[in-house]
């Protein structure tokens, strides 16, 4: 679900991530980033088939990025935070929509 978390050393079925849930909102999304490269490659290759299989949210291959870890990316971690969702919170509202300044709108299909 997560394809460039790295997996845990003790258990590889589980990921090495979390998540900070308030109030039903996700507000954090964090988690350590994989740095094998041929391990990275293979993930992007599932995704990627899980693209060209109609699931247009996976992640696709990126070339460039697996280049990097071959070449000694060092261990990255971190996490994203949405003030949106955090302002959300903070003002008892309902929907994104009523916190984001400029909502971006999908066109619409035909």
């Excluded at 999304?29 to 995704?47: H, T």
């Excluded at 959300?88 to 929907?95: D, F, P, Q, R, V």
């Amino acid at each position: 679900m997560i394809p460039l978390a790295k997996p845990l050393d003790e258990n590889p079925n589980f990921l090495g991530s979390f998540q900070l849930v308030i109030a039903g909102w996700e507000v954090v999304k964090a988690y350590s980033e994989l740095n094998d490269p041929l391990l990275q490659a293979q993930v992007f290759k599932e995704q990627e088939e899980k693209f060209k299989g109609g699931d247009f949210e996976a992640q696709r291959y990126d070339k460039d990025f697996v280049e990097a870890l071959e070449y000694g990316m060092p261990p990255t971690a971190g996490f994203g935070m949405g003030i949106d969702r955090i302002t959300a919170i903070l003002t008892n509202s309902h929907s994104l929509r009523e916190v984001i300044l400029f909502p971006t709108v999908k066109p619409k299909e035909e």
